[in-house]
């Protein structure tokens, strides 16, 4: 707390919290980390117990924590003016839409929102739009993938193939439709990669035939499937998607709200596979989450279908918040420094390094596979390495904690399908040093070697 006096005990802290806060997902008898400042890759809780922030908060704080410049940046823009909305235009989103675009490395449109779900909820109704204006109108459907996590709101949650996530809330929005993930460690097709024509991937081109192409609008997917588990692809699969969509019309919506901004060691996690999206959705590293923004980056030929002089063909989509010149002032200043600290390349190098370190745990008996995109991985953990089972969420959870005691805060997937919550996920911020990533080897391993003992 660095000499500030806090104005309530810990104790008072949590008792309110109790009584007030509802925490997101983890349940409210948890005794939560109450955070209360962050520098680096660090953050410090009320005891002022240090933690190296293994998930750059949630998959989102690429730039590290307690960056000056952006508060700056914030602050200025607040000074200035804080607001005006985007059915006009201000000088922050024009100078951000631009550097989306030239990132992209495409002719995008892009159009602002709050979070990584409304980005998604945006897709989903500029591609019914565009077919309606195109008239192809019963193009409605779309295709995602079991264990991807595509947001909260009812249409991104609809896209979602998590089960569990989705049992209490259903039905949900009609048009949805899911195919297999690309999973080479538990095929779901039973092949091995590369005698298996990537199945994973050809099977789009018979759920478009079973659903009739002329239904289906669109196919979205993130590059490598993240939240869901580190589910990395086998490398043709995102150009064999790409060709499936070109044959049948449909629209490809990559959703890079995790991959996107250096995560994946390219700009975007699709750069890594040479396939151009005609839609892509993003937030999260956006702005390092210091303000919360989203974009749905449109290719400008689509956008095109939305500028009729008709009265009617505009787009029916309004956000107060999407766009906010703060936000997009925050934006700007992330990516600046992303920019001139290489962090994008770091990233990769991250991935590397790290690989090479926790390699080392393949020999360990609850490991049954380690995936890397870029500098997120996923530690897929089993209770037995030839028969895959998976590993029970005690051992887990063991895990995660011994890591925590070490001061390092990891993360694990979310619900996907009952007893498969077992892997577990790194995501460092971009800025991590050649000693911080020696410093997460040697705790998880610890961890690991904790298990075997028997001990936490
Ligand atoms: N898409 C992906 C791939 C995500 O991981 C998330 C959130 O974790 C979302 C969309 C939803 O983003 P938000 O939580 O900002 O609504």
Not at 179 to 205: H, L, T, W
Request: aromatic share 10%; proline share 4%; hydrophobic share 35%.
């Amino acid at each position: 707390m660095s000499g500030v006096k806090p104005a309530f005990t810990k104790e008072e802290l949590l008792e309110k919290d109790r009584n007030y806060v509802w925490h997101h997902i983890s349940p409210h008898n948890d005794e939560p980390l109450i955070v209360v400042s962050g520098e680096g890759c660090w953050v410090t809780d009320i005891d002022g117990k240090r933690y190296f922030d293994g998930m750059s908060g949630l998959w989102c704080v690429n730039v590290g924590h307690g960056r000056e410049e952006i508060a700056a940046a914030a602050y200025e823009q607040m000074k200035t003016i804080a607001y005006s909305p985007l059915i006009q235009s201000h000088v922050p989103a024009i100078q951000l839409a631009e550097k989306i675009s030239s990132w992209l490395e495409g002719d995008y449109r892009i159009f602002f929102s709050n979070s990584g779900s409304d980005a998604n909820e945006v897709a989903f109704k500029i591609a019914r739009q565009y077919y309606h204006q195109k008239g192809e109108g019963t193009r409605h459907k779309f295709i995602s993938r079991h264990r991807a996590y595509h947001g909260n709101s009812m249409g991104a949650l609809s896209a979602t193939g998590q089960s569990q996530r989705k049992l209490k809330y259903e039905p949900l929005v009609d048009g949805f439709e899911h195919v297999p993930p690309p999973y080479c460690y538990r095929c779901p097709f039973g092949k091995s990669y590369s005698s298996c024509n990537i199945e994973c991937a050809q099977i789009y081109d018979s759920i478009i035939n079973w659903e009739g192409a002329e239904s289906v609008a669109g196919v979205i997917l993130e590059p490598v499937i993240t939240g869901g588990g580190m589910i990395v692809p086998p490398p043709e699969y995102l150009q064999i998607v790409r060709e499936i969509c070109d044959k049948y019309g449909i629209l490809l919506i990559v959703d890079e709200v995790i991959c996107g901004f250096g995560r994946s060691g390219e700009k975007f996690g699709h750069h890594n596979y040479g396939v151009t999206p005609d839609i892509v959705t993003m937030a999260k590293g956006l702005t390092s989450a210091y303000s919360p923004l989203s974009a749905t980056a449109v290719r400008a030929e689509l956008y095109e279908s939305f500028r009729g002089k008709d009265g009617i063909s505009h787009f029916r989509h309004v956000n107060t918040f999407g766009g906010n010149q703060v936000s997009c002032a925050v934006a700007l200043a992330n990516l600046e420094i992303l920019e001139r600290e290489s962090l994008v390349e770091r990233s990769a190098y991250l991935g590397q390094q790290l690989s090479y370190r926790l390699n080392l745990l393949l020999d360990h008996p609850n490991v049954g596979d380690i995936r890397f995109f870029g500098s997120a991985c996923g530690i897929e953990m089993v209770e037995d390495q030839i028969t895959k089972e998976p590993a029970s969420a005690d051992k887990v959870l063991q895990v995660v904690q011994a890591c925590k005691q070490q001061g390092l805060l990891i993360g694990k997937n979310g619900d996907t399908v009952a007893g498969f919550v077992n892997i577990l996920t790194l995501c460092p911020p971009l800025i991590t040093s050649d000693e911080e990533v020696d410093f997460i080897a040697a705790a998880l391993i610890g961890a690991f070697d904790a298990l075997l003992e028997g001990k936490e």
